[in-house]
């Protein structure tokens, strides 16, 4: 599979299942913190590509996946 890219924010739970689920996974990823990047929600809607409002945001490659229920989804039914 192709590196996984979160976007999130300390104290965000989601995110920490994201980075979880990756860990359990084996899969390569990478955490962007976006407070760290002094990142807002109108960068992020500018990757993405339509309006967010949370996050994690993550990406598989270069396709936005969606939040953590998303790509959990994703992950269960792709059978990785």
């Known amino acids: 599979m192709e590196k996984v890219t979160i976007y999130g924010k300390p104290t965000c739970a989601y995110c920490d299942r994201a980075v979880d689920l990756c860990e359990r996974k084996g899969f390569e990823f990478e955490y962007i913190d976006i407070i760290e990047k002094d990142m807002n929600f109108v960068d992020l809607q500018e990757l993405v590509g339509k309006p967010v409002r949370t996050v994690p945001q993550i990406f ?21």
């Not at 598989?60 to 990785?80: N, S, W």
């Open 60 to 80: 598989i490659g270069e396709q936005h996946i969606g939040g953590y229920t998303d790509f959990y989804d994703h992950v269960v039914k792709e059978g990785l």
